[in-house]
């Protein structure tokens, strides 16, 4: 079964300050690996997905991340931190191999991320 | 256009109870999953739907059980309320059944079992 691991459940930065929130995965395939973003009280938001082109993938808000099948990781960052940024973020995976499933959602734990000024 | 979308918005129950949770997906979307986000942790899933038929369940019981009507709506319901039960359900809409397709959350029911 599929797991996916996030690092820290609370990150803390300051406002401009580089943001970088951890995931690792367990697959023996590299599946589909989704960033979320959550609001307090709302649903979840897709920040960036990798699927298998470029390693490095740009998604919304000014968020990147890059996959790297060696270290089975899809860590999300983001150069400089906005108040607006915080919020709790979801690393999650899809097998690519489908089955009983098919377009199943694995997610971590997640991690709150908190922007002092 | 319309996001996904999700009745009522606010729930509670009490034990034994037993509740329906609705949701409308995006226009044209014809897949929905539920999934159950209990305070403190990442969302599980609980099924899926494709075209009226469940395509993928969860690890959990019986007492739950869902549906998906000829237009794409869906229906999750949970029999015999446990305070366990107390999360908020999300429900998520994509266009295909495909694996890697993005997938487009409602805002959740928030469900109480006293």
């Known amino acids: 079964a599929q797991s996916v691991t996030q690092l820290g459940s609370h990150v803390s930065v300051s406002e401009g300050a580089l943001v970088l929130l951890r995931c690792n995965y367990s697959s023996s395939v590299p599946p589909y690996l989704f960033w979320y973003v959550q609001y307090p009280n709302q649903g979840l938001q897709l920040l960036l997905k990798y699927t298998s082109a470029a390693t490095l993938v740009k998604g919304i808000n000014g968020f990147e991340a890059e996959f790297k099948k060696s270290e089975t990781s899809f860590h999300l960052t983001k150069p400089s931190a906005h108040m607006s940024d915080a919020a709790e973020y979801f690393c999650?995976?899809?097998?690519?191999?489908?089955?009983?499933?098919?377009?199943?959602?694995?997610f971590g734990q997640g991690t709150i991320l908190t922007v002092h000024p | 256009d319309a996001g996904v979308t999700q009745s009522p918005t606010h729930l509670i129950k009490t034990r034994g109870q037993q509740v329906t949770l609705r949701c409308s997906p995006i226009s044209g979307h014809k897949s929905v999953s539920w999934y159950q986000q209990v305070l403190g942790q990442g969302p599980q899933f609980i099924f899926q739907y494709y075209e009226k038929e469940e395509r993928g369940r969860g690890n959990f019981p019986d007492r739950f059980s869902a549906r998906q009507f000829p237009n794409y709506s869906s229906e999750l319901n949970v029999n015999a309320l446990l305070l366990g039960d107390s999360a908020l359900y999300l429900c998520?809409?994509?266009?295909?059944?495909?694996?890697?397709?993005?997938?487009?959350f409602g805002p959740g029911t928030r469900l109480t079992v006293l």
């Open positions: 999650a995976v899809s097998d690519r191999t489908g089955g009983t499933s098919y377009g199943k959602l694995t």
């Open positions: 998520a809409s994509s266009l295909e059944l495909a694996a890697g397709n993005e997938q487009f």
